[in-house]
């Protein structure tokens, strides 16, 4: 009776004559779900692990300033030189 009323994931690994009673039931549901979370871990690790180890590659970085590929918008000589405010030069007019 209880059994009907686990998770389907939990219902499809844990089979109906594998329980006998009710915490057996439940140690049952705690081991697959104990598995899952470790076999998502393990998922999440290998892809972080291969994302950092994966080579640098530097025609595939783009800017988000400018757009273009090969540099950050750290190192955009567009961005330095709209920081930059333009050398304001004094035109002396000789008027006689």
Request: hydrophobic share 30%; with cysteine.
């Amino acid at each position: 009776m209880i059994y009907g009323l686990l998770r389907l994931p939990l219902r499809a690994k844990i089979p109906h004559e594998a329980v006998s009673n009710f915490q057996n039931l439940i140690e049952r549901a705690q081991e697959v779900e104990n598995l899952e979370k470790e076999t998502q871990l393990a998922k999440y690790s290998r892809s972080v692990e291969h994302r950092f180890l994966a080579p640098y590659d530097k025609e595939r970085r783009r800017c988000n300033i400018c757009r273009r590929s090969g540099h950050t918008g750290i190192e955009c000589r567009f961005r330095r030189f709209q920081a930059t405010p333009p050398s304001k030069t004094i035109h002396s007019s000789t008027t006689n």
